[in-house]
């Protein structure tokens, strides 16, 4: 489990440590991070010569953190300069730097923003490794200037050097030419020091311009950035720098690792058979979507449901069945059903049974899965529930669209009007965790990293799925792995004499998700686990997945993916004795 914490209390535990060690002493621990890592970076380069590397220095601790790394990789022969953009910087760390032969560099803060930043582009010109120590825990707001112009500035100077790369790799069928390994990772790296400056917001938004990296060490414990979307997209590969802090408080946000999905799989025994194992019944598929039951049913039963039942219209229960016989067109009983996928408004016999599925669910207290159509017929399907309540075990897998147009529809906006897609994109967790409060149910905000948020409870998000993953119908297999796995677990409870709590079901459903990125990433030819936070030295630098690294899928090579997640998982997860 990877866990972050508000960056007001990892501050107070940084505090409290420092009470009873020195400052200095914790600081170049958390130098020595970056260091190592930049050091990894350039050994993977392959370079002739020993490498270059580039601080940039604002007037905190974060950057006494980058003085003290460039002054260590200066002592291993490394070239480094370190740029103050400080009228005050951290004097211990610059004697360090100076004391190790570091170039320091201190362009005139009295110039224009613009005067600044370009001096510091000229320096980072031809580098392999940019420090960003600008700010760190202590960043408040936006970036101010000079910082706001040296961060734009260096951006578009990574970008351009990304495009040079880009012709040269064009140019290589002409020539025959392919670039080597150092040749193809000419763009200087950047490594943020514990967190990448503009990137302050607690929740995961991102206010202003930021410093995107492509590793960041952090320091003794996640702090937000490091997990929740959008800022997440920018931290690169998270490196934890455990410094020996002691965090009691709850965490902000967890991520489930593969041990964790292993842990909370069902797995069957000598006693079990299929309707212990759980039945999910699934109403998706229309006239004009006709084949999106089959990706539902045929992920639920990949997924290991003991059974899939499946009502949907004639054309579309024919392509079910033929592509999976395995299904079940009866009606009967069942312990988890899915609603929605390939749904259309228009198609009232379908409305009509899924509002049925749906009483019967409520009535049972049986998870119910709405995706898609059924999050769309909303009013339709939810007023004929008592109360008008969908229960604890409703699970909405809207993606940012949907999830907006539910949010405006049940008035949880300004009083202005609505809520845009935009919207929820830039601040997910805040309206996933509005619309469960309006809902009372778990919501699955699907995106780069799905947010699984319940009432009340610590919300999940996973990483997993790689960008390939956005494709037409991966909703779909999401919402039948999500069934699969909420009848397991409803099957388990009743197996136990005990009721499915909320919090339980959350936490399955999370591994789902994990189980549909997983699967997503094996599909695509990258390995199962995404590089993720783990201890700062033991990664090696060809961990960092660049952007678009794999190859495209199509919804269906996920589903073929999914079993092998699932052993993934269970090899990682606890050891199993049957009795
Ligand atoms: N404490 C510990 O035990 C350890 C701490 N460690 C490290 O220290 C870091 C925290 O250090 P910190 O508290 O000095 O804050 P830091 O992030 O350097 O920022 C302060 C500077 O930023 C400036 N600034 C703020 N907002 C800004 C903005 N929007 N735009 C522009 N500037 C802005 C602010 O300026 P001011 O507002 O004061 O004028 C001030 O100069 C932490 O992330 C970790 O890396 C490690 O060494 C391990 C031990
Ligand atoms: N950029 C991305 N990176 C990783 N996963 C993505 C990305 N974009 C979308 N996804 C995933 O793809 C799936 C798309 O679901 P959805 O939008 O409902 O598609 P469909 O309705 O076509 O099945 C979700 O699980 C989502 O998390």
Partial sequence: MI?????????????DLVAHAP?????????????????????????????????????????GDALYAVAMLARSAIECDAVILHAEPHPRGC???????????????????????????????????????????????????????VVTLVRAGLADAGDRLGRTRRQSPQTGHRPGTSERSRRPLVVAVDTPSGLGGEDGSVAGVHLPAD???????????????????????????????????PERARSLGAGDVGCAWSVPGPSDHKYTRGVAQVVAGSTEYPFTGVMCVEAAARTGAGMVR?????????????????????????????????????????????GELMRTAHAANLPMVLDA???????????????????PLAVLTPHAGEAAMLLTHLGAGSQRGGISRAEVEAEPLRWATRLTECTGAIVVLKGAATLIVAPGEIPYVQHQAPAWAGTAGSGDVLAGILVAVAAAAQAQSEQAGAELTQADLARRIAAGVWVHGT?????????????????????????????????????????????????????????????
């Fill in 95 to 149: 004697q360090a730097a100076e004391d190790a032969g570091v170039h320091l560099v201190r362009p005139d803060l009295s110039r224009s923003p613009r005067a600044v930043a370009q001096a510091v582009a000229r320096t980072v010109i031809g580098c392999d490794v940019i420090i960003d120590g600008l700010v760190g825990t202590g960043g408040r707001g936006a970036l101010r200037e000079p910082f706001a112009t």
């Fill in 519 to 579: 699967a997503a990433r094996l599909a695509a030819g990258l390995r199962p686990d995404r590089p993720a936070a783990v201890d700062a030295l033991s990664v090696q630098a060809e961990d960092v997945e660049p952007i678009g690294a794999g190859a495209p899928i199509i919804a269906t090579d996920i589903i073929a993916a999914v079993p092998q997640a699932i052993r993934h998982a269970l090899a990682a997860g606890p050891l199993r004795y049957a009795g």
């Fill in 23 to 63: 400052l200095d002493h914790v600081m170049k621990k958390a130098a020595g991070a970056v260091a190592e890592t930049c050091a990894q970076l350039i050994a993977a380069r392959d370079l002739a010569r020993a490498g270059r590397v580039v601080a940039l220095v604002g007037g905190g601790d974060n950057g």
């Fill in 310 to 354: 499946y009502s949907g219209p004639a054309e579309a229960s024919l392509a079910v069945l033929s592509r999976v016989p395995e299904a079940v067109g009866a009606p009967g009983r069942f312990q988890a059903c899915l609603l929605g996928p390939g749904l259309s408004e228009r198609d009232d016999a379908r409305i009509e049974q899924a």
């Fill in 215 to 249: 590793v960041t060490v952090t320091m003794g414990a996640l702090k937000p950035q490091a997990v929740l979307p959008p800022a997440s997209y920018s931290v690169g590969q998270v490196r934890l720098c455990d410094l020996g802090v002691t965090i009691s408080t």
């Fill in 373 to 391: 159509g059924a999050l769309r017929a909303w009013r339709r399907l939810v007023s004929q529930l008592p109360g008008g309540e969908i229960g």
């Fill in 3 to 15: 866990s972050a914490f508000d960056t007001a209390t990892i501050r107070q535990a940084e505090y």
